[in-house]
């Protein structure tokens, strides 16, 4: 676990197949758009594939600027104050391999992101912030298994600049 992310408080939840819902948006105004609490800041979600028997992957635009090279899926999130967005971050597409996603967080104001530790087998959602906190649960559907985890973002050393 990189050192990041080292305040993080796990609590694992056993789940029957199909019993959970997924929260992915704050202020919806369009199928694939959503605006920042502010209203100042629109994320938008471009369909461009799925996977096979699966679910569908999305290109990310955050202010007119694309993430390049990058692909999402279709949870997201911002804080209160609208200086961060939360996304589960696809790795492969690979239906075989995958799903391999992580959550990667924006911080609009700096023009940084900051990818948090990869999940395998799994999918990230629920994301909510508190205070300077993130939270999001972790979604192991093959084993049953849920985990919520909570990241302070002031313990974040991680951060790369991005051209948003």
Known sequence: MSNSHNNRRHRITNFAAGSFAHRCCYHVISKNEMKSPDEKHIAELKYKSEIRFGPAYFTLTIDDAKI???IFGHKLQWSDDSRYLAAEEWLTTDSQEGPIIRVTLFDISFKRISEFQKIEK???????????VLVYKKYFHGKGI?????VN??????WVNTSL
């Open 122 to 132: 799994g999918f990230a959602g629920d994301f909510r912030f508190e205070g300077d």
């Open 146 to 150: 849920i985990k919520e985890v909570e």
């Open 153 to 158: 973002i002031n313990t974040i050393n991680n």
């Open 68 to 70: 390049k090279n990058r």
